[in-house]
């Protein structure tokens, strides 16, 4: 088969293989932060998820200088005691047709201190250290929106957000939750990689119950 043949079923294949991945921040107490790409509902393998290597240098919030080390699956990086936010519109280029391009940007949290949002879409508390957050999309809250939430022993649940874009969360067990929601901007947008006439947007919250 030549390239010219291949590239049309390399496009169709990108898609499925953004879509399914997810960027997500994991911290344990003030310790460093850890940085993921992959399905979080699914048993990461041992040298994590095979399209890992995509994930290179996410842009913290608030900027850091600070370096981004490696590991088997992740990023490991120090950051300041407190919340962790971390976005990236590089991880994977940008497919379909010229003039009908698709992109992605990925919004990550760790920790539930700070009532507020500060990206682009965010899933925040409503409350400091609550159990009701709210999916917030510049500024505002995203009304009837999907959630999904992911457990400490990767059991799922869907929930939407009322009105006032906002939801309780379902908890089972101690241990760390993750919460993730996604919006597809048909208006497409500007990203690091160039523009795209759909931009999808996907955001993630963890945090631990003790």
């Known amino acids: 088969m030549t390239i010219t043949k291949l590239a049309p079923l390399l496009?169709?294949?990108?898609?499925?293989?953004?879509?399914?991945?997810?960027?997500?921040?994991?911290?344990?107490?003030?310790?460093?932060?850890?940085i993921y790409l992959g399905e979080p509902a699914e048993v990461l393998p041992e040298n994590g998820d095979p399209e890992f290597h995509h994930l290179k240098a996410p842009k913290l919030l608030p900027t850091s200088t600070a370096a981004l080390t490696r590991k088997a699956g992740y990023l490991e990086v120090a950051v300041p005691a407190g919340d962790v936010r971390a976005h990236d519109d590089t991880v994977f280029e940008?497919?379909?047709?010229?003039?009908?391009?698709?992109?992605?940007?990925?919004?990550?949290?760790?920790?539930?201190?700070?009532?507020r949002a500060v990206m682009p879409l965010e899933i925040a508390p409503v409350s400091a250290g609550g159990d009701r957050f709210h999916l917030v999309r510049d500024g505002k809250p995203v009304a009837d929106a999907e959630i999904t939430v992911i457990s400490p022993d990767k059991w799922t649940k869907s929930v939407k957000t009322d009105a006032q874009g906002s939801f309780a969360l379902p908890t089972r067990d101690k241990g760390r939750y993750l919460l993730?929601?996604?919006?597809?901007?048909?208006?497409?947008?500007?990203?690091?990689l160039g523009k795209v006439a759909v931009l999808h947007r996907v955001a993630t919250t963890s945090f631990t119950i003790d």
């Open 180 to 192: 993730t929601a996604s919006q597809k901007d048909e208006a497409g947008g500007d990203t690091t």
């Open 11 to 34: 496009l169709a294949f990108a898609a499925p293989a953004v879509q399914a991945h997810e960027v997500w921040i994991e911290r344990d107490g003030t310790g460093p932060a850890r």
């Open 94 to 115: 940008p497919w379909g047709d010229e003039g009908k391009k698709e992109g992605v940007a990925y919004y990550a949290r760790a920790g539930r201190s700070e009532a």
